[in-house]
C-alpha cells in the first residue's frame, strides 16, 4: 500500500458541532449519573416552553397592533370633527335665533331658505354619524360626569335629584371616546333615588338629526 493511501486512512472522519454537543451532554450526564434520555426529555420541554412564550408575545404584539391601527383610523378625525361641530352649532343657533311665528307666515322663499338650513345641518351631522362621531340626548338620564357638563341646577322635586332636565348644548362620542360633553342643567331638591348610571353604551343617541 502506497504511503498516500495510508494517509487517506489514517484520517479521522469530521463531526459536527451538533453531534459533538449532544455527544458532551450525553457524557457529561453519564458522568453525573443522571439518564441521558432525561436530560435530552427536559431539554426538550424547556425548548418547548420557550417557543410557546414567543409564540404567545408575538400574538399579544399582533393584538396591540391591529387595535393600535384600529385606533388611528377611529379617532383620526377627532380634531376634524370638533371644529365641524362648531358649524353645526352656529347653524343650529342660527334656526333656533328665529321665532316660531316669523317661521310660520314667512314667504315661500324665506320658507325654502330655513328648509335648506335644515337639510344642512343634518346632513352634516349625517355624514359624522358615519364616522363614527354620535350625538347624545341625555335628557331625563342620570348626571354622568363622564358624559355631561353641569352648567347650573334647577330646583324640581318632582324627578330624582341630579337628573338632567336640560340640555344647553349637545354632546358627541366618538367611537368610545368623549369627543365633547353635553353641557346640561341638572335637578335639585328631588328624591335621592334617581335612575341607573348610564355607561357610554347606555348613553342614549339622538336619531332625530
Same mark, same amino acid.
Given at each position: 500500500?502506497?504511503?498516500?493511501?495510508?494517509?487517506?486512512?489514517?484520517?479521522?472522519?469530521?463531526?459536527?458541532?451538533?453531534?459533538?454537543?449532544?455527544?458532551?451532554?450525553?457524557?457529561?450526564?453519564?458522568?453525573?449519573?443522571?439518564?441521558?434520555?432525561?436530560?435530552?426529555?427536559?431539554?426538550?420541554?424547556?425548548?418547548?416552553?420557550?417557543?410557546?412564550?414567543?409564540? +404567545?408575545?408575538?400574538?399579544?404584539?399582533?393584538?396591540?397592533?391591529?387595535?393600535?391601527?384600529?385606533? +388611528?383610523?377611529?379617532?383620526?378625525?377627532?380634531?376634524?370633527?370638533?371644529?365641524?361641530?362648531?358649524?353645526?352649532?352656529?347653524?343650529?343657533?342660527?334656526?333656533?335665533?328665529?321665532?316660531?311665528?316669523?317661521?310660520?307666515?314667512?314667504?315661500?322663499?324665506?320658507?325654502?331658505?330655513?328648509?335648506?338650513?335644515?337639510?344642512?345641518?343634518?346632513?352634516?351631522?349625517?355624514?359624522?354619524?358615519?364616522?363614527?362621531?354620535?350625538?347624545?340626548?341625555?335628557?331625563?338620564?342620570?348626571?354622568?360626569?363622564?358624559?355631561?357638563?353641569?352648567?347650573?341646577?334647577?330646583?324640581?322635586?318632582?324627578?330624582?335629584?341630579?337628573?338632567?332636565?336640560?340640555?344647553?348644548?349637545?354632546?358627541?362620542?366618538?367611537?368610545?371616546?368623549?369627543?365633547?360633553? +353635553?353641557?346640561?342643567?341638572?335637578?335639585?331638591?328631588?328624591?335621592?333615588?334617581?335612575?341607573?348610571?348610564?355607561?357610554?353604551?347606555?348613553?342614549?343617541?339622538?336619531?332625530?338629526?
Amino acid at each position: 500500500m502506497s504511503d498516500e493511501n495510508k494517509t487517506t486512512e489514517e484520517q479521522p472522519a469530521e463531526v459536527s458541532p451538533e453531534t459533538e454537543a449532544a455527544a458532551a451532554q450525553s457524557d457529561a450526564a453519564e458522568d453525573s449519573g443522571d439518564d441521558p434520555i432525561e436530560v435530552l426529555r427536559a431539554e426538550n420541554a424547556e425548548l418547548r416552553d420557550r417557543a410557546l412564550r414567543a409564540m +404567545a408575545e408575538m400574538e399579544n404584539l399582533r393584538r396591540r397592533t391591529e387595535k393600535e391601527v384600529k385606533d +388611528a383610523r377611529q379617532y383620526a378625525v377627532s380634531g376634524f370633527a370638533r371644529d365641524v361641530l362648531t358649524v353645526s352649532d352656529n347653524l343650529h343657533r342660527a334656526l333656533e335665533a328665529l321665532p316660531e311665528e316669523d317661521r310660520r307666515n314667512a314667504d315661500a322663499g324665506v320658507a325654502a331658505l330655513i328648509e335648506g338650513v335644515e337639510m344642512i345641518e343634518r346632513d352634516l351631522l349625517n355624514q359624522l354619524e358615519k364616522n363614527g362621531v354620535r350625538k347624545l340626548n341625555p335628557e331625563g338620564q342620570k348626571f354622568d360626569p363622564n358624559f355631561h357638563q353641569a352648567m347650573f341646577e334647577v330646583p324640581n322635586t318632582e324627578v330624582p335629584n341630579n337628573t338632567v332636565v336640560q340640555v344647553v348644548q349637545a354632546g358627541y362620542v366618538i367611537g368610545d371616546r368623549v369627543l365633547r360633553p +353635553a353641557m346640561v342643567g341638572v335637578s335639585k331638591g328631588g328624591p335621592k333615588e334617581a335612575a341607573q348610571p348610564q355607561s357610554e353604551a347606555g348613553q342614549t343617541v339622538d336619531k332625530s338629526a
